[in-house]
């Protein structure tokens, strides 16, 4: 039997030989014999004929010799006799030619896979047929089918190459690990993490997270390669190569890799916009505040200055009373008792108006370093004996403008609140003063303007972050409660001096309030003691009055009937307005509130001033000067008097105008 030849052909070897013999063995045999002969190529070609692969004997130029019958499309009678190539597409038919002339000049089998018409692809496998003196005089084919098995490899390479693009480009880093192990990690992964690629893939995958959360990363990670049900996404801290942490928005989903469950998560970096998110909270908290501190001034302003109209009544009543007893009565010391205590109210209601940046404020140059050194015997003597009270001043300060009674109480609140930081303890507390340099805003059109600076630092028990942020709510407090305004007022002081107080403070460290006010560029006046030595005012002419509050109306009136003056009196604009145009010839002045109903004093004001233009109007109201003023810019006023006013101020203020028509409002 010829060597190297596959079982197929061994088997039609023995087929051909069988034939050969077969007309002998029929003489000699008995017919029975010649059955299992027959038997015998009928089995070989039904294995031959019902095999998946195609099976061809070649000669050496492609002439088919033998082809068997699994396709069954083609004419085998046919097919056989022509050329191989004529079946095979002419790019590769060269390859064939090559493969087939390899096993005839070599005599050692090759395989190849070439397309054929359909389109379809096999997997032939040339094996050399070799005579009995062991030369290749036939070329044996056994072609497989591959169409499927390639089609299944492109679509995996399509698929393979799809899955690099989008994992090489795309901005979210991807992980792929099994247990501990990384598989792959994209290059998003390694700029996120600021590990190199071929670092991070030796790495274990739970090294990139925060230990913060770390564990519990870990824990969900190997529970879902378990099949546990466990969130896919949620976000987490990276911790890169450098230290820096990292927010990212994590998902995790599971597939099979190499018949074990493995992990594919992606990571989308999102530290800005948590930046952004937790800006965005600061910004809303601190609007919320600033909306609580301004709803919580306006109603502060309106009980003052209602309040304040309740005050005129007592006051004004009880300064005419006094003028009015001799002072050896025993009524004029209640009287000075009662003036005392409405003055003390007046002077809370003063804190309310400051707390709503509406206070009552005398403005002037001022030496901030001069107002403390004169605030500092005052606070000793008020302070624990266990408080060290040091000061150091800055030299040649500039003047700031400011009101120096207000500007006292915040000296000594600032300083006050410091001592009772130590709790009864031994402490140390600085008093300090300096200025800052003008700094110019580039988004601000406004001229910089130097900044002068009070300092109060101690070294008291400090604040947490949630106390730091409610120290300047009104009725806050750390100590009993009842404590009132407090530093609200401060801050609102300060606020109406154009000014701002920051607070730095750390548990167990201290606290620093520093409180900063713009330069001015006026000195203060110095100071002369008058003594007036004019005889007592006796007025003449006829007064106005206009307020809606009863109390308030009859005060003005009966002070300046007292003084002297005729008083004509209307509850409201309206009135007012009505009795102005039937007597505005024997009017000499008007006292207008500013808050009252129907008509508002600014509108009765217009329509007064269009029956008279130079008719002389002195406001009256619980607001302070200055905003008053701010209303009125442009409009020439004869004067301003602050609610609550004894009789006396009421008459001064009076004379004044009827003596001068100077603008109180520009």
């Known amino acids: 039997m010829p060597k190297g030849v596959d079982n197929e052909f061994k088997l039609r070897e023995e087929l051909d030989a069988a034939q050969k013999r077969v007309a002998q063995l029929e003489r000699e045999m008995s017919p029975p014999a010649a059955n299992v002969l027959g038997d015998s190529e009928a089995r070989f070609r039904a ?9 061809m004997i070649l000669n050496v130029e492609g002439t088919i010799l033998f082809i068997n019958y699994t396709l069954p499309h083609l004419n085998v009678e046919e097919v ?15 390859r064939y030619k090559d493969a087939i002339g390899h096993v005839f000049a070599n005599g050692s089998s090759r395989s190849l896979e070439v397309p054929a018409a359909g389109p379809s692809w096999w997997l032939a496998r040339v094996n050399p047929i070799r005579s009995e003196g062991d030369d290749v005089e036939a070329v044996l084919v056994i072609a497989t089918d591959i169409t499927e098995r390639k089609r299944a490899e492109d679509a995996l390479q399509e698929s393979e190459n799809t899955f690099r693009v989008l994992a090489e480009t795309t901005s979210a880093a991807i992980f792929m690990f099994q247990g501990t192990e990384m598989l792959y990690a994209n290059p998003a992964a390694a700029l996120i993490t600021g590990y190199p690629d071929e670092e991070i893939r030796r790495m274990n995958f739970w090294d990139v997270i925060h230990p913060d959360y770390r564990e519990r990363v870990k824990e969900r990670g190997l529970s879902r390669q378990e099949h ?29 890799y190499r018949g074990e469950p493995a992990v594919l998560g992606t990571a989308v970096d999102i530290t800005d916009r948590k930046r952004a998110e937790e800006e965005r909270k600061h910004l809303e908290a601190q609007v919320q505040r600033a909306q609580k501190l301004e709803s919580l001034g306006v109603l502060a302003g309106g009980i003052a200055h209602d309040f304040n109209n309740l005050l005129t009544g007592i006051l004004g009543s009880a300064s005419l009373a006094i003028m009015k007893v001799s002072d050896d009565s025993p009524a004029k010391e209640q009287l000075e008792r009662i003036l005392t205590a409405a003055e003390k109210a007046a002077e809370l209601t003063s804190k309310m108006l400051a707390y709503a940046g509406k206070g009552r404020f005398v403005m002037g140059p001022l030496d901030l370093n001069e107002l403390v050194q004169e605030v500092i015997p005052l606070v000793t003597t008020s302070i624990s004996r266990k408080t ?15 009101d120096k009674t207000q500007l006292q109480q915040v000296a000594m609140s600032l300083m006050t609140n410091a001592s009772e930081s130590f709790e009864g303890r031994e402490g140390e507390v600085l008093v300090r003063t300096g200025a800052l340099e003008a700094r110019s805003n580039p988004y601000s059109a406004e001229k910089p303007v130097a900044q002068v600076f009070l300092e109060v630092s101690d070294t008291g028990s400090g604040m947490d972050v949630e106390t730091r942020e409610k120290i300047f709510d009104p009725f806050f407090t750390t100590k009993f409660t009842g404590r009132g305004l407090g530093l609200a007022a401060v801050q609102g002081i300060v606020r109406a001096h154009g ?22 560029i006026r000195r203060a006046p110095p100071i002369v003691d008058e003594v007036d030595t004019s005889p007592p005012y006796k007025g003449v002419g006829t007064v106005l009055v206009v307020d809606d509050e009863h109390d308030v109306n009859e005060v003005a009136r009966v002070a300046l009937e007292e003084a002297g003056f005729a008083v004509l009196q ?10 102005f145009r039937e007597r505005s010839r024997e009017i000499d002045a008007v006292l207008l509130d ?13 329509e007064l001033r269009k029956v ?22 442009g409009q020439e006023l004869a004067g301003f008097v602050q609610k609550p006013f004894r009789a006396s101020q009421l008459i001064e203020k009076i004379r004044a105008a009827l003596a001068s028509s100077s603008s109180v409002a520009g």
């Open 47 to 55: 294995l031959v004929d019902n095999s998946p692969d195609v099976i």
């Open 80 to 94: 056989t006799g022509t050329s191989v190539y004529n079946y095979l597409e002419q790019a590769h038919a060269q």
């Open 228 to 256: 546990a049900d466990v969130p896919k996404r949620w976000e987490v801290q990276l911790q890169t190569k450098s230290g820096e942490l990292r927010w990212v928005d994590y998902v995790g989903t599971l597939f099979d």
């Open 388 to 402: 060290t009270l040091r000061q150091s001043f800055a030299e040649n300060l500039p003047h700031i403008e400011a």
């Open 499 to 520: 000014g701002s107080i920051r607070v730095d403070s750390t548990p167990h460290r201290g606290t620093t309030f520093t409180a900063t006010f713009p330069a001015s």
């Open 570 to 579: 209307a509850n409201d604009g309206l009135d007012a307005l009505e009795i």
């Open 594 to 606: 500013l808050s009252m109903p129907r008509l508002s004093g600014e509108e009765t004001l217009a």
């Open 612 to 633: 008279h233009p130079e008719v002389r109007v002195v406001l009256t109201s619980g607001y302070d000067q200055q905003e008053i003023s701010a209303k009125f810019v």
